[in-house]
């Protein structure tokens, strides 16, 4: 992978550095995804650990593989696999590709590098390198005065996330000072420096992938960035902040404690209710999708909650179903929000657009992209036999056995977690009615959705593998999850089918789940059967003869393609009801008055409050704070060696207290 990001830097004498990159990193991550596959498929669950003499002078850099890093590196190579081979072809439309290429391959390293370390340095070291090259790949179009403000909100997020992490492992080395995860493992912490530890990394891990109210740089950074770019950032670099998560919360912190899950769990669902809400307000394609990912987020948070509510309870069955939810959900995310990504570049290559009231009609104009996209919508809604649906069943599973618990906060809990879970799961299914709908039904509503040609094969092949899997996943779940059992195992103790789960490949019925079953297979043959049969019958028995007649216009005769149900109209009505609190609206409706010839104007104004609640007051307390630093550069020298006197004796006392 870096001899590919050299490869890109060199592009200046490499003519063809473009189709080498992309082309060299499809295949370097498809047999990277393809090893880790023929792992997960057999036992798993050997770890296998490499140290390297490089690092700093009494640490070497300490890697490792197992159950829980191979499942995190099968979704990031998969979905690097498909971006690459998206990226061959779509890098010939770019205005500048060669911005891209030499921190492709290095931002798909960077991940790799994370999953697998196995010491704070390494893991910090990585991190830091995913996010750098992550930034140089969001200001490849840095000409746009709002790609550089999304890269410097970006930037500042990503060394907020770590700093907190790196303070969190130093918590978690404690006095013995050991960085290794083996040495973290061997010292466990008390409750109180655990849950401090515990709390940082929520806040570095989260603000990474994008947890409310820490998700504002990510629906500016990730539609800034090229289309296959955008579907590694939503797609994988989100979820290798899950794994950092889940190796912290569930692997070094040691036994955790339940009112870190119940934490963790209503953070996920407000974070799903409030992502899918923007996303619907969304009228700009890409935006739109980073909202959603952001909802996806959530709810895998929800299932990492309910698994460390259900550990430190003692009930590691349902522990392993809420566990085995949330990884599927990481696999599943990143094979339909690559869909949806690569079809916004599809359109956006084929149009030049991406407000979705510009678009339209493109069913008819590009018929392969709209199936997929279709494939895609479907499995994000969460709508059987897809993959998506899967992981949201037994999400719920896990909810509604929630009442088994002893605490009354957590029952009572519980069933406001499913009451939101389910809130987001409907507003999603909305949500891309509405883009599907809007973008790819009706007429055109611009020259250039009228003027819209199918892609090429290449990108078509990208679109259409992750389509093909998340029917696959879909039908047959029971592939995927024992994949991740293993992980299952090493995180919360027991698989979600070590207490007697049945059903073969055919029907999903894990032990945990008590007597609920669900078949994958069972509900793609009835829905097909059916299809099948309603065809038939109305071939059989429908009238064959042409009616035609005028559509109703609301009284125009000859409505033209802009009269047609837009955007904004199709999330009026949510808008209205939640806009004031969540979303800051505020309609302005001038009209004139009878006689005048000027025109009516309708304009809206939306405003994450997370900016002037949260964001807005911390940029004016740092800049009291170093207005008031900036002051000690006037210090004479008698006050500096008083300062440093000071500081000595808080040092020396903070650390007598912590013997």
């Given at each position: 992978m870096l001899l590919l990001g050299i490869v890109g830097m060199a592009r200046s004498w490499l003519g063809r550095a473009h189709e080498v990159v992309h082309g060299g990193m499809a295949l370097v991550c498809g047999a990277a995804a393809l090893t880790v596959l023929v792992r997960l498929a057999g036992d798993g669950t050997d770890a296998e650990t490499l140290a390297l003499p490089v690092g700093l002078p009494w640490l070497r850099a300490?890697?490792?593989?197992?159950?829980?890093?191979?499942?995190?590196?099968?979704?990031?190579?998969?979905?690097?696999?498909?971006?690459?081979?998206?990226?061959?072809?779509?890098?010939?439309?770019?205005?500048?590709?060669?911005?891209?290429?030499p921190f492709f391959p290095l931002f798909i390293a960077g991940m790799n590098l994370v999953l697998v370390a196995d010491d704070a340095f390494v893991f910090l070291m990585a991190w830091e390198f995913m996010s750098l090259s992550s930034w140089l790949l969001v200001l490849a179009s840095h000409r746009e005065e709002e790609t550089r403000r999304a890269a410097y909100v970006y930037l500042v997020m990503a060394s907020f996330g770590t700093a907190c992490l790196l303070l969190a492992f130093g918590i978690l080395a404690g006095q013995a000072g050991g960085y290794g995860f083996e040495a973290i493992r061997a010292h466990p912490l008390g409750a109180v420096p655990a849950s401090f530890a515990a709390l940082l990394v929520l806040l570095g891990a989260g603000s990474k992938a994008g947890l409310v109210p820490l998700h504002v740089w990510l629906p500016l950074a990730h539609p800034a960035a090229p289309s296959h770019v955008s579907a590694l950032m939503s797609g994988v670099m989100t979820k290798v902040a899950i794994y950092g998560l889940i190796r912290v919360l569930f692997d070094l912190v040691g036994e955790p404690l339940w009112w870190w899950g119940a934490v963790l769990a209503v953070l996920g669902a407000i974070t799903a209710v409030v992502g899918v809400l923007y996303a619907l307000m969304q009228?700009?394609?890409?935006?739109?999708?980073?909202?959603?990912?952001?909802?996806?987020?959530?709810?895998?948070?929800?299932?990492?909650?309910?698994?460390?509510?259900?550990?430190?309870s003692g009930v590691p069955a349902l522990a392993a179903l809420a566990m085995t939810a949330a990884m599927l959900h990481v696999l599943n995310h990143g094979l339909f929000k690559s869909i949806l990504f690569f079809g916004a570049g599809a359109v956006l290559t084929a149009t030049g657009e991406r407000d979705l009231d510009r678009l339209g009609g493109l069913i008819h104009r590009m018929p392969a992209t709209a199936l997929f996209c279709l494939v895609g919508a479907a499995a994000i809604s969460a709508l059987p036999p897809l993959n998506g649906f899967v992981a949201e069943w037994m999400l719920f599973q896990a909810v509604l056995n929630g009442p088994l618990l002893e605490q009354w906060e957590l029952k009572i809990g519980f069933a406001v977690i499913g009451a939101l879970l389910a809130l987001s799961a409907a507003l999603?299914?909305?949500?891309?009615?509405?883009f599907y709908g809007i973008a790819f039904l009706g007429r055109p509503r611009s020259p250039g959705?009228?003027?819209?040609?199918?892609?090429?094969?290449?990108?078509?092949?990208?679109?259409?593998?992750?389509?093909?899997?998340c029917v696959v996943v879909g039908v047959l779940p029971k592939l995927a999850i024992a994949m991740i059992e293993p992980a299952n195992r090493l995180t919360t103790g027991e698989g979600m089918f070590d207490a007697g789960g049945h059903g073969g490949w055919v029907w999903l019925?894990?032990?945990?789940?008590?007597?609920n079953s669900y078949s994958g297979f069972m509900m793609f043959m009835t829905i097909l059967i059916l299809t099948i049969l309603a065809v038939f019958m109305i071939h059989r028995y429908a009238s064959n003869r042409v009616r035609r007649s005028i559509p109703w216009a609301c009284g125009f005769t000859d409505p033209a393609p802009l009269g047609q149900y837009s955007a904004s109209s199709f999330a009026q009505p949510l808008r209205r009801v939640f806009g004031g609190q969540i979303f800051g609206a505020r309609e302005v409706v001038d009209m004139p008055a009878p006689g005048e010839t000027r025109p009516a104007r309708f304009t809206l104004e939306m405003r994450d409050p997370?900016?002037?609640?949260?964001?807005?007051?911390?940029?004016?307390?740092?800049?009291?704070?170093?207005?008031r630093i900036e002051g000690l550069q006037f210090l004479t020298i008698r006050q500096y060696?008083?300062?440093?006197?000071?500081?000595?004796?808080?040092?020396?006392?903070?650390?007598?207290?912590?013997?």
């Open positions: 300490n890697l490792r593989l197992d159950a829980l890093s191979a499942v995190f590196l099968l979704a990031v190579n998969l979905v690097g696999c498909l971006a690459a081979l998206f990226g061959w072809s779509y890098a010939r439309h770019e205005a500048e590709p060669g911005r891209v290429l009228d700009d394609v890409k935006k739109l999708l980073a909202y959603s990912t952001v909802e996806n987020i959530g709810v895998i948070v929800i299932g990492l909650g309910l698994a460390l509510v259900f550990k430190a999603a299914a909305a949500c891309f009615v509405r959705a009228g003027q819209a040609r199918e892609v090429d094969a290449v990108m078509l092949s990208a679109i259409a593998v992750p389509a093909v899997l019925a894990p032990a945990s789940a008590f007597g997370a900016w002037d609640r949260l964001f807005t007051p911390v940029v004016r307390l740092v800049g009291w704070l170093a207005d060696l008083s300062l440093m006197f000071f500081a000595l004796v808080v040092l020396l006392v903070m650390v007598a207290v912590s013997q």
